[in-house]
């Protein structure tokens, strides 16, 4: 069963539970949910992957989060990090991956008018627009394949080698292209004529230079999601290093941070103990993150946050109430920490 399958029947069983109570029971007070974007229009570099909220969707969220949870600091959390993660006050703290263009126009303008801080996690070979990252690539392909003739059908489905299987088969498929098939995406690109370098700059699917420099003055924090978004688990060490030391010397020189702030794209899952190890000794990284739900990981610097933006769920409340049932049902077994070698 995958985690996604997992999430959704934890969703069905929590329902029988009050949300205090498992909240007080599982003895995690503080909590780390992220998004990506947020927008009243479809996003069509997007929509293939992952859902979208709504504004009025992400002011629901917001307001359920400031009921139950105070609005954290990036220095609460730093506390949180250098306490041994021990906390007896309910926060959170969001943060908000990949640097779309829509954390500057909709999503900073409502965390200020609420007073929330948050973290932008970016990948400086985006900014300003000079392309898409693969994964964008690959919801684009796969919206303009739902409209592709019988022809271009044919060529894409030989490339991902599902000819005369259903389109949702191809779409599959093409999800599971990494940055290593950056060729391959870029070849069935021009299958169906579209021009990625060139939509971008019509599109502008990303956060400008001018936008980060906005929202860091404005209070927020801006980390690192390594260089170009390419999946570290298939990164050799060095060249999840360079990722790390090209992505933090751009955001120093450009924005002068005071604090070296990461969260891995995709999944920190396979990564091993020595790269975290580098990340705090010889990096300098101060918090790291990852993207496991409400788990413990041992790593002392690195924290587990919970995605809030889940198929099936319709609120960050019915997403975190699942997340606690799971932790919950998984310290039963003595599986709710994340051990690394």
């Avoid at 600091?73 to 969001?94: A, R």
């Avoid at 044919?154 to 389109?167: H, W």
């Avoid at 998984?330 to 920490?337: C, E, I, R, S």
Wanted: with cysteine.
């Amino acid at each position: 069963m995958n985690r996604a399958s997992i999430r959704k029947k934890a969703g069905t069983f929590s329902k029988s539970f009050p949300f205090d109570w498992l909240k007080q029971l599982s003895g995690q007070q503080f909590i780390f949910p992220f998004y990506h974007a947020v927008s009243n229009s479809e996003i069509q570099h997007i929509k293939n992957l992952y859902p979208v909220c709504t504004e009025d969707q992400f002011r629901s969220d917001l307001n359920f989060l400031l009921s139950k949870y105070q609005a954290a600091t990036i220095t609460d959390v730093l506390n949180f990090v250098n306490s041994g993660k021990k906390n007896s006050k309910p926060f959170f703290f969001l943060s908000f991956d990949d640097g779309f263009a829509e954390c500057a126009t909709v999503i900073a303008p409502i965390l200020k008018e609420k007073g929330i801080e948050a973290a932008f996690f970016v990948n400086p070979a985006f900014i300003d627009n000079p392309d898409f990252s693969h994964r964008q690539k690959i919801s684009m392909i796969i919206e303009k394949t739902a409209t592709a003739n019988k022809s271009e059908i044919e060529k894409i489905q030989q490339f991902t080698e599902t000819e005369n299987l259903p389109l949702e088969a191809t779409a599959k498929a093409l999800k599971k292209l990494t940055f290593k098939d950056e060729e391959k995406i870029d070849k069935i690109a021009t299958v169906l004529d579209l021009n990625f370098k060139q939509l971008a700059g019509q599109i502008k699917p990303y956060l400008t230079l001018k936008q980060l420099k906005k929202l860091h003055s404005d209070g927020f924090t801006i980390g690192s999601h390594g260089f170009d978004h390419s999946e570290f688990q298939l990164l050799k060490t060095e060249e999840m290093k360079q990722q790390v030391e090209k992505s933090f010397t751009y955001l120093e020189s450009n924005l002068n941070i005071r604090n070296r702030v990461f969260s891995f794209p995709f999944t920190d899952h396979k990564i091993p103990l020595s790269f975290f190890n580098y990340l705090q000794n010889e990096a300098n990284v101060v918090v790291s993150f990852g993207t496991a739900g409400l788990k413990n990981d041992a790593v002392p610097i690195h924290i587990q946050r919970i995605p809030a933006e889940l198929g099936g769920f319709d609120s960050v409340r019915q997403i975190i109430k699942a997340e606690y049932f799971y932790y919950l049902a998984k310290a039963l077994a003595g599986k709710n920490q994340i051990l690394r070698k």
